[in-house]
């Protein structure tokens, strides 16, 4: 959005300074993005007068001429049709950049002859596109700033134009008058009230009928216009010229030029039809889709399906608030004018407009939002201007649809400001700033103006205020202390835990990975998942068709791209979801961890070696007694069928109640994921590790026993097939109280044992509670772990 410092001026009354216009502009929301300002681009221009103009020796089209200036008389040669004695000019002086030519002078020789500096032309100061001669200048004193002259004799020459950036939310901003509002009510200056522009008497009806089909009813709620006969269209005024393009824009007749000016200073886009041009009605419609039309800007479209447009018997003449067809344009040759003005549904107008991908100020501003409440007003005022300047006689106003009903009103609460802002404004100040904003108060009540679509309730008002008033006043202040003490922990128990194993796993050396959720069919397969359940309805491609049964085949698979580069030696893992249903809920979180190859690098001392399954299991219990574990748990065996099947445990309460697996991967899983061994897992379930008691997150007390435990050893005889581990639960539940621990240490097959039989020893430690044990109760206590054992394995001890 672009205007001129005078074109402000005209709707604000204002003594404010060019740095303060822009200071407040952009507190006020309406960042100012540029600044041109002409009369700095003009410093060290001054004026000069030419007391002798000779022939040049040497050119028949030069001359070189005497110049008085403010550093004595120079000489200069100019090549100007114009150049005489007794003419004030301007001077450029050696070492000054000329914006027309974009080159510095300096003192030169042009055919012989010195120059030292240049009268300029108006092209040459970027002024207009004169370059006929040297300017001419009709007073001014030698020595005086060029700049200053302008400022003072021609001030459109050297208005600033700012550019500001516009919110999507402040379509009232994208017209002069809207910003000079806004500034208005900081206390800027005082918002000007629009001049009269009163219609001439009409001359009738409207020959021109207009008419809204049903199906763009919603898209078109107003189209209204008025037909000017016998206008006489040509070159508009200079001060509307000099307007239009100090903002970028080429004048181009009185009639566009009218319809530019209410674009950018009222926010008022309208359209002008040649009326001799138009054949029958005009029909506003959604295209069928492909019709073509020839543009204004003589580029043809063919418009989408759905699309506003403007049509009458020779077909589509306008893209519905967006750009006109060059076939029902005006020209010089224009006598009648149909002047219309429309208000369009925003949605419609910006799917158009990226459809076609036209960029039109008239669609800047409709799909943002206009003043409904203008419409006819706006159409008024541009024929009134349009008679003032190309003459002619208006008719009446015809008009399809009406012009919608936006009146709204929200409370106005005054304490808000302070607890929704936390600024104090007093109340009779928040209804002032209102009512210079042209909001209507009635009570507590503010009337929306028409021009304000983005205020749609209570705290769009405290906004408003706080906005005028300025957020820069707003002071820091200390919040009360709503709560007291240590605040409420805001993880949930599991995402607790989720945490303590992910730095539990990092500190036992391990590589955190993110893996997808989704695996193929194949891999789904090996870890129990891979059914219609878990598949994805549309997956992004075969390799990730279904939601992953376990995390550990995406650790697999990218362990094996670490090792097709050549990194053998790895520990990652991986807290996550994996899924054992379709449904929702059907899914559980899962901690896995793998190692691969050694346990470090080589070593002349022996220090590395392969990964086993004790590696997969001490990690486990370590991740384990971090997230709470019971320290008391079972290892027994039928794990899932992706570990080996006679190298791997389940941690367990209880047969039914499982903590965790760990042992080594499967051979065909590692087959068929393309990885080399040794590779070694164990996944954790945390949500089956059951709650604390005690809901206290203090550290309990360390109890410490200072009497002395004891060992014994037991040796079993026992069948071949008998699992040690079955001796080791057995032992141990001989009395949960007193025994600590026990292990396994030896295993003795074949000799007098015979075929079939083995021998396991155990080492029990017995620790004590509340006394030392004497001996017969260490014998009574030894008994009882040979009688279960015996019961639970058929073992006999051995002699």
Same mark, same amino acid.
């Given at each position: 959005?672009?205007?001129?410092?005078?074109?402000?001026?005209?709707?604000?009354?204002?003594?404010?300074?060019?740095?303060?216009?822009?200071?407040?502009?952009?507190?006020?929301?309406?960042?100012?993005?540029?600044?041109?300002?002409?009369?700095?681009?003009?410093?060290?221009?001054?004026?000069?007068? &030419?007391?002798?103009?000779?022939?040049?020796?040497?050119?028949?089209?030069?001359?070189?001429?005497?110049?008085?200036?403010?550093?004595?008389?120079?000489?200069?040669?100019?090549?100007?049709?114009?150049?005489?004695?007794?003419?004030?000019?301007?001077?450029?002086?050696?070492?000054?950049?000329?914006?027309?030519?974009?080159?510095?002078?300096?003192?030169?020789?042009?055919?012989?002859?010195?120059?030292?500096?240049?009268?300029?032309?108006?092209?040459?100061?970027?002024?207009?596109?004169?370059?006929?001669?040297?300017?001419?200048?009709?007073?001014?004193?030698?020595?005086?700033?060029?700049?200053?002259?302008?400022?003072?004799?021609?001030?459109?020459?050297?208005?600033?134009?700012?550019?500001?950036?516009?919110?999507?939310?402040?379509?009232?901003?994208?017209? !002069?008058?809207? &910003?000079?509002?806004?500034?208005?009510?900081?206390?800027?200056?005082?918002?000007?009230?629009?001049?009269?522009?009163?219609?001439?008497?009409?001359?009738?009806?409207?020959?021109?009928?207009?008419?809204?089909?049903?199906?763009?009813?919603?898209?078109?709620?107003?189209?209204?216009?008025?037909?000017?006969?016998?206008?006489?269209?040509?070159?508009?005024?200079?001060?509307?010229?000099?307007?239009?393009?100090?903002?970028?824009?080429?004048?181009?007749?009185?009639?566009?030029? &009218?319809?530019?000016?209410?674009?950018?200073?009222?926010?008022?886009?309208?359209?002008?039809?040649?009326?001799?041009?138009?054949?029958?009605?005009?029909?506003?419609?959604?295209?069928?889709?492909?019709?073509?039309?020839?543009?204004?800007?003589?580029?043809?479209?063919?418009?989408?399906?759905?699309?506003?447009?403007?049509?009458?018997?020779?077909?589509?003449?306008?893209?519905?608030?967006?750009?006109?067809?060059?076939?029902?344009?005006?020209?010089?040759?224009?006598?009648?004018?149909?002047?219309?003005?429309?208000?369009?549904?925003?949605?419609?107008?910006?799917?158009?407009?990226?459809?076609?991908?036209?960029?039109?100020?008239?669609?800047?501003?409709?799909?943002?939002?206009?003043?409904?409440?203008?419409?006819?007003?706006?159409?008024?005022?541009?024929?009134?201007?349009?008679?003032?300047?190309?003459?002619?006689?208006?008719?009446?106003?015809?008009?399809?649809?009406?012009?919608?009903?936006?009146?709204?009103?929200?409370?106005?609460?005054?304490?808000?400001?302070?607890?929704?802002?936390?600024?104090?404004?007093?109340?009779?100040? %928040?209804?002032?700033?209102?009512?210079?904003?042209?909001?209507?108060?009635?009570?507590?009540?503010?009337?929306?103006?028409?021009?304000?679509?983005?205020?749609?309730?209570?705290?769009?008002?405290?906004?408003?205020?706080?906005?005028?008033?300025?957020?820069?006043?707003?002071?820091?202040?200390?919040?009360?202390?709503?709560?007291?003490?240590?605040?409420?922990?805001?993880?949930?128990?599991?995402?607790?835990?989720?945490?303590?194993?992910?730095?539990?796993?990092?500190?036992?050396?391990?590589?955190?990975?993110?893996?997808?959720?989704?695996?193929?069919?194949?891999?789904?397969?090996?870890?129990?998942?891979?059914?219609?359940?878990?598949?994805?309805?549309?997956?992004?491609?075969?390799?990730?068709?279904?939601?992953?049964?376990?995390?550990?085949?995406?650790?697999? %698979?990218?362990?094996?791209?670490?090792?097709?580069?050549?990194?053998?030696?790895?520990?990652?893992?991986?807290?996550?979801?994996?899924?054992?249903?379709?449904?929702?809920?059907? %899914?559980?979180?899962?901690?896995?961890?793998?190692?691969?190859?050694?346990?470090?690098?080589?070593?002349?001392?022996?220090?590395?070696?392969?990964?086993?399954?004790?590696?997969?299991?001490?990690?486990?219990?370590?991740?384990?007694?971090?997230?709470?574990?019971?320290?008391?748990?079972?290892?027994?065996?039928?794990?899932?069928?992706?570990?080996?099947?006679?190298?791997?445990?389940?941690?367990?309460?209880?047969?039914?109640?499982?903590?965790?697996?760990?042992?080594?991967?499967?051979?065909?899983?590692?087959?068929?994921?393309?990885?080399?061994?040794?590779?070694?897992?164990?996944?954790?379930?945390?949500?089956?590790?059951?709650?604390?008691?005690?809901?206290?997150?203090?550290?309990?007390?360390?109890?410490?026993?200072?009497?002395?435990?004891?060992?014994?050893?037991?040796?079993?005889?026992?069948?071949?097939?008998?699992?040690?581990?079955?001796? !080791?639960?057995?032992?141990?539940?001989?009395?949960?109280?007193?025994?600590?621990?026990?292990?396994?240490?030896?295993?003795?097959?074949?000799?007098?044992?015979?075929?079939?039989?083995?021998?396991?020893?155990?080492? !029990?430690?017995?620790?004590?509670?509340?006394?030392?044990l004497t001996e017969k109760e260490i014998e009574a206590l030894s008994q009882k772990i040979v009688d279960k054992v015996a019961k639970a394995t058929g073992g006999t001890l051995r002699g």
């Amino acid at each position: 959005m672009k205007f001129t410092l005078s074109w402000l001026k005209d709707h604000l009354e204002t003594t404010a300074t060019l740095p303060e216009i822009l200071d407040t502009l952009t507190d006020l929301g309406l960042e100012v993005e540029g600044v041109e300002d002409p009369a700095a681009r003009l410093r060290g221009f001054t004026l000069a007068k &030419v007391t002798e103009a000779e022939q040049h020796p040497d050119a028949d089209r030069l001359r070189v001429c005497k110049v008085t200036t403010d550093e004595g008389e120079k000489q200069i040669v100019c090549g100007a049709p114009n150049a005489r004695a007794g003419i004030t000019v301007v001077l450029a002086k050696p070492g000054m950049y000329i914006p027309g030519l974009d080159i510095t002078i300096s003192v030169g020789k042009i055919r012989g002859v010195e120059s030292h500096g240049m009268m300029a032309s108006e092209r040459e100061l970027e002024l207009s596109d004169e370059h006929d001669g040297i300017i001419e200048l009709p007073s001014g004193e030698v020595g005086e700033e060029f700049a200053d002259w302008l400022a003072q004799h021609r001030p459109a020459a050297v208005d600033p134009v700012i550019e500001i950036a516009i919110t999507p939310n402040r379509p009232d901003a994208l017209g !002069v008058r809207g &910003v000079a509002r806004d500034l208005a009510a900081r206390g800027l200056g005082t918002l000007k009230p629009l001049p009269d522009a009163p219609l001439p008497a009409t001359t009738g009806p409207c020959p021109v009928e207009v008419t809204i089909a049903d199906n763009a009813a919603d898209g078109c709620h107003v189209f209204a216009g008025r037909l000017i006969r016998g206008v006489k269209n040509g070159p508009s005024p200079a001060w509307l010229q000099q307007k239009l393009r100090a903002i970028g824009l080429r004048p181009i007749s009185a009639l566009v030029d &009218v319809t530019n000016l209410f674009t950018h200073d009222l926010n008022r886009p309208l359209h002008v039809f040649d009326a001799d041009k138009i054949a029958g009605p005009l029909r506003i419609h959604r295209a069928a889709g492909g019709e073509e039309l020839l543009a204004l800007d003589e580029k043809t479209y063919a418009m989408p399906q759905g699309a506003l447009v403007i049509s009458d018997d020779n077909g589509v003449e306008s893209i519905g608030g967006i750009m006109g067809g060059l076939a029902s344009g005006c020209t010089e040759e224009t006598q009648n004018v149909f002047v219309e003005a429309a208000f369009w549904d925003f949605v419609s107008i910006a799917h158009a407009g990226r459809a076609l991908k036209v960029n039109s100020d008239a669609r800047y501003r409709n799909e943002r939002g206009i003043d409904p409440g203008f419409n006819m007003e706006g159409l008024d005022r541009a024929c009134a201007l349009i008679v003032d300047l190309c003459g002619g006689a208006v008719s009446d106003v015809v008009t399809a649809g009406a012009v919608p009903d936006v009146a709204r009103a929200y409370r106005l609460d005054t304490d808000r400001c302070s607890s929704l802002v936390g600024m104090d404004i007093p109340a009779d100040d %928040q209804r002032a700033t209102l009512e210079r904003l042209g909001f209507v108060m009635e009570g507590d009540m503010a009337h929306v103006p028409s021009w304000r679509p983005d205020v749609q309730g209570e705290a769009d008002l405290v906004e408003e205020v706080a906005r005028i008033a300025s957020l820069t006043r707003l002071e820091p202040k200390p919040m009360p202390r709503v709560t007291a003490g240590v605040p409420r922990p805001i993880l949930t128990p599991l995402q607790a835990r989720e945490q303590r194993a992910r730095r539990t796993a990092a500190a036992l050396g391990y590589n955190e990975c993110v893996t997808y959720s989704f695996i193929d069919r194949a891999a789904a397969t090996l870890f129990g998942g891979g059914d219609d359940a878990t598949m994805v309805a549309n997956p992004i491609s075969s390799e990730m068709s279904h939601m992953r049964p376990a995390l550990l085949p995406g650790l697999l %698979q990218a362990a094996a791209r670490n090792q097709a580069r050549g990194f053998t030696d790895m520990a990652l893992f991986e807290v996550g979801a994996a899924w054992h249903g379709g449904e929702p809920g059907e %899914q559980h979180t899962q901690v896995t961890g793998l190692l691969v190859g050694r346990t470090g690098p080589k070593d002349v001392h022996g220090a590395s070696r392969p990964v086993d399954v004790y590696d997969a299991k001490a990690d486990a219990e370590a991740i384990l007694a971090a997230l709470g574990a019971p320290a008391k748990v079972q290892i027994l065996r039928d794990g899932p069928d992706y570990l080996h099947p006679g190298r791997h445990g389940r941690i367990c309460l209880g047969p039914k109640k499982m903590l965790a697996a760990f042992g080594e991967v499967h051979p065909r899983v590692l087959q068929a994921l393309d990885v080399k061994g040794p590779a070694v897992a164990f996944t954790l379930w945390p949500e089956e590790i059951p709650q604390p008691r005690n809901s206290d997150t203090a550290r309990p007390a360390l109890h410490l026993n200072d009497l002395q435990a004891v060992d014994r050893d037991f040796a079993f005889v026992v069948d071949a097939d008998v699992q040690a581990l079955d001796l !080791v639960n057995a032992a141990a539940g001989a009395d949960k109280t007193l025994i600590a621990e026990v292990r396994v240490f030896d295993e003795f097959i074949g000799g007098s044992l015979g075929e079939g039989r083995k021998s396991l020893a155990l080492t !029990v430690r017995v620790q004590p509670v509340d006394k030392t044990l004497t001996e017969k109760e260490i014998e009574a206590l030894s008994q009882k772990i040979v009688d279960k054992v015996a019961k639970a394995t058929g073992g006999t001890l051995r002699g």
